[in-house]
């Protein structure tokens, strides 16, 4: 299978295009045709060492795509489901061998494009509307980056929760991106 490999730390150019075996799903593992992977900050801190890795690796910790195979001991999942995942390291390959239960099953209305792109963003709006303080009608929150993927997500699940959003962002375009998510009140600090 083709594969993006880091053999050495440094810059993009340090990501280089391999030819590696083909992973087998181990017990309790599916093996998954990826047709997306998620792009993430972390990484380019496992790609320039600030976040060290054992060499080589290959990058990506999120992705989505099509069950091939389904390992021993896995239910509930069957080949031909379209599924994400995060948090598996080796996404930025043609296959990977994930735990079964790293993956969610993809609705019909998202594709793997938004599948792989939303997990980690996803997660982490979701911990912070409903975990780490569970917004309600009676609350105002403040999202910085509005515009951002954390920050888009965060608006919806806040407003879905019935907060009053206010949220900060640097550009015109940037503000509008923000409102269009529902945001409340949009703060331009390059302005104010």
Known sequence: MRAIQVTQTGGPERLESA??????PADGECLVDVEAAGVNFIDVYHRTGLYPRDLPFVPGLEAAGT?????????GLATGDRVAYNGVPG????RAAVPADRLVALPDTVDTRTGAAVMLQGMTAHYLAEDTFPLGPDDTCLVHAGAGGVGRLLIQMAKRRGATVVTTVSTAEKAQVAADAGADHVIRYTET
């Open 19 to 24: 030819d590696l075996p083909d992973p087998e």
């Open 67 to 75: 069950v091939a195979a389904v390992g021993p001991g896995v239910t």
């Open 91 to 94: 996404a930025y390959a043609e």
